[in-house]
């Protein structure tokens, strides 16, 4: 089994910054790509940013230069360090995790969700 939390969401003001966790635990044996996705009322999910496989990063075009992802394999923690926020960024951000477990057989988790919301 395995579990991934978000943590870092909340309220800030346009132009702001804010930081999203995203720690996986249980039984993992990889981490073979990781991302972050949102999703804002009426739309559907996106993918924000990510890491493939192979290790190379990929963002949405509306938030290049804006957005970082991250990664402390050791901790098995994926970060999103988001600046100069905009209106259009509030949404409910997701983190999900895809590997191999201990007993070799795919997984592909992801969290509950945390609110990230810009104000003008």
């Known amino acids: 089994q395995v579990q991934v939390v978000e943590s870092g969401g909340g309220l800030v003001q346009a132009g702001g910054s804010l930081r999203l966790s995203c720690a996986a635990s249980?039984?993992?044996?990889?981490?073979?790509?990781m991302g972050w996705y949102r999703q804002a009322p009426g739309k559907q999910r996106e993918l924000v940013a990510g890491?493939?496989?192979?290790?190379?990063?990929n963002y949405a075009d509306s938030v290049k230069g804006r957005f970082t992802i991250s990664r402390d394999n050791a901790k098995k923690t994926v970060y999103l360090q988001m600046n100069n926020l905009k209106q259009e960024d509030t949404a409910v951000y997701y983190c999900?995790?895809?590997?191999?477990?201990?007993?070799?057989?795919?997984?592909?988790?992801w969290g509950q969700g945390t609110q990230v919301t810009v104000s003008s």
């Open positions: 249980g039984s993992i044996f990889t981490m073979n790509a």
């Open positions: 999900n995790v895809k590997g191999k477990n201990y007993y070799y057989n795919d997984y592909d988790t």
């Open positions: 890491f493939t496989p192979g290790g190379s990063t």
